[in-house]
DNA sequence: ATAAACTTTCAATATTTTTTGAAAGTTCAG
DNA sequence: CTGAACTTTCAAAAAATATTGAAAGTTTAT
């Protein structure tokens, strides 16, 4: 397979790997294709390469610098800007896991605990279903919350190295 | 606060997160219902509580019965069909994990295997920062894969228990 | 100060996804 | 067998989301 043939395979198959998690097609492609790319590009490349509009990459490219997955750089003599992606696959993880966990786990588990305090009958077996529900998934969240932290925290070396060992 | 309310509340974020992450409003929403009711509810409850469509309804308890989420119950003496959902959230969990690895992971890790394979100069910078990429999110993926499949054989206990330990 | 080069914004448009509801299909009691 | 009760389907409509592109804004070289 040629490298041209592959790398529109991936940017593709990324982008449509990103729309099942809540990530849009393009800004996915702009991901893939700066993670492929082994120099920085300017937004006219990444219109030109990905076939979308100015204003879409300039968006899409400002919220995976939002992410923390992308950086601006700047290249001397030049006057456009151009972009890169962090490459390393851990980091990529741990920055999204960031992201993720601030944006929509923090928020989800700051709700739940609230609505653990129902006023009204203990004994009701309606309301007892309900707390039950919401502090077992509180209880599952906040453990998920550390583990996410540690692994933020932790070595690449132990996840991608041997990780079967803990379990044994 | 009231019952009423906390369940309105949970059903409306459990819906908004679920987008978050690629599930469509309606099916969180049916899941946090059902999740959150002692008993069984049949179409026409859900079509009431949740004010959508008997069709949507249909399609969406169907999907959440393919993810092995809801299970259909029979009531003696109606005619109806009721619908319970699986209230342990560790089996929820284990079951979506399941689920997306099947769906998503396991054929983004074939993909990628196979993108590996690149004709050309392994020393062309493109050829190999986009060989390196792709490796680097398959070992990573495969990493990732593995860790799933045992937190799905394991056991509840050492997640919702003292997870802490391992990591010393 | 000017203008070319470049970036950002955002209302309009297009696309994708979800929802509806009525018709067709199924099941079952009598 | 018949028809009432219930479920499923799916084309059309609505809603949500993403994209465009041109105008406005900014920066920089001279």
Redesign the interface.
């Known amino acids: 397979?040629?490298?041209t043939e592959?790398?529109q395979?991936?940017i593709s198959?990324w982008g449509a790997?990103g729309?099942?998690?809540?990530i849009n097609r393009t800004m996915a492609q702009v991901h893939a294709l700066l993670?492929?790319?082994?120099?920085p590009l300017s937004q006219d490349d990444i219109m030109e390469q990905l076939e979308v509009s100015r204003g879409n990459v300039n968006m899409n490219i400002r919220d995976l610098i939002s992410w923390g997955l992308v950086d601006r750089v700047l290249i001397p003599g030049e006057r456009k800007e151009f972009f890169t992606a962090e490459?390393?696959?851990?980091k990529v993880?741990t920055q999204i896991i960031k992201e993720r966990k601030k944006?929509?786990l923090d928020p989800?588990l700051k709700?739940l605990a609230?609505?653990e305090?129902?006023?009204?009958d203990k004994k009701?077996?309606?309301?007892?279903?309900?707390v039950?529900?919401?502090s077992?998934?509180r209880?599952?969240g906040k453990?998920a919350d550390?583990?996410l932290d540690?692994m933020v925290k932790?070595d690449e070396s132990w996840?991608?190295g041997g990780?079967?060992k803990?379990?044994k």
């Open positions: 397979m040629k490298l592959a790398k395979q991936f198959s790997f729309t099942h998690w809540g993670m492929t790319s082994s120099q490459k390393d696959i851990w993880a944006r929509e989800m709700l609230q609505l305090h129902i006023d009204g009701d077996p309606e309301v007892k279903q309900f039950e529900t919401v077992g998934i209880k599952f453990q550390q583990m540690m932790a996840f991608l990780l079967l803990i379990f």
